[in-house]
């Protein structure tokens, strides 16, 4: 019913920048916060950034002052600028919604992931 569809990814060379960005499409009544979360090889799915309805945000301390999360409410999509890449932000990058659908004479609440992106972060 509801889709996250994440682009962005890439090669980058360490002290460069990337753009992800994700977005929402489907029976979609209202989208609660959003965020991206990644998972490097061998380690568990971490939080990297979040953003409510209302634009409040919370970054992870590893990426406080490199990375910024915004979104556009109108559009259902949300963008992570990340500048200044280390090697250590290797890692698929999955983009994470709180969705509230409406359909069939009732509202569902879900929470939805996307297929993530890979971002590689080289010497």
């Known amino acids: 019913q509801v889709q996250l569809v994440e682009s962005g990814g890439g090669l980058v060379q360490a002290g460069g920048s990337l753009r992800l960005s994700c977005a929402a499409s489907?029976?979609?009544?209202?989208?609660?916060?959003m965020g991206w979360y990644r998972q490097a090889p061998g380690k568990q799915r971490e939080l990297v950034a979040a953003i409510t309805s209302g634009g409040s945000t919370n970054y992870a301390d590893s990426v406080k002052g490199r990375c910024a999360i915004s979104r556009d409410n109108a559009k259902n999509t949300v963008f992570l600028q990340l500048n200044s890449l280390k090697p250590e932000d290797t890692a698929v990058y999955y983009c994470?919604?709180?969705?509230?659908?409406w359909g069939d004479g009732a509202y569902r609440y879900l929470e939805v992931w996307g297929q993530g992106t890979l971002v590689t972060v080289s010497l």
């Open positions: 489907g029976s979609i009544f209202s989208i609660n916060a």
């Open positions: 994470n919604a709180g969705v509230l659908t």
